[in-house]
């Protein structure tokens, strides 16, 4: 459970983006995506397999 203490004076806004910031560093609501529906691991690797090509692709272009 994410608990965010509100300092006296500080600002609602402040407060909520800290709040975000930490709930969107957990990655709670990509786990709770990832588990709503069943992943096949070869479905898993596949996917992982062509993010590489693509990052490798984007910093090869970068570099180039």
Same mark, same amino acid.
């Given at each position: ?14 407060? /909520?983006? *800290? +709040? ?11 786990? /709770?995506?990832? *588990?709503?529906? +069943? ?15 693509? /990052? ?9």
């Amino acid at each position: 459970m994410i608990i965010e203490k509100v300092k006296k004076g500080e600002n609602i806004n402040q407060v /909520l983006k *800290r +709040f975000k910031r930490k709930w969107r560093d957990r990655k709670i609501v990509q786990e /709770l995506r990832e *588990r709503q529906s +069943f992943t096949k691991p070869s479905v898993k690797k596949r996917k992982q397999k062509q993010k590489a090509i693509y /990052l490798q692709a984007k910093y090869n272009r970068e570099n180039i």
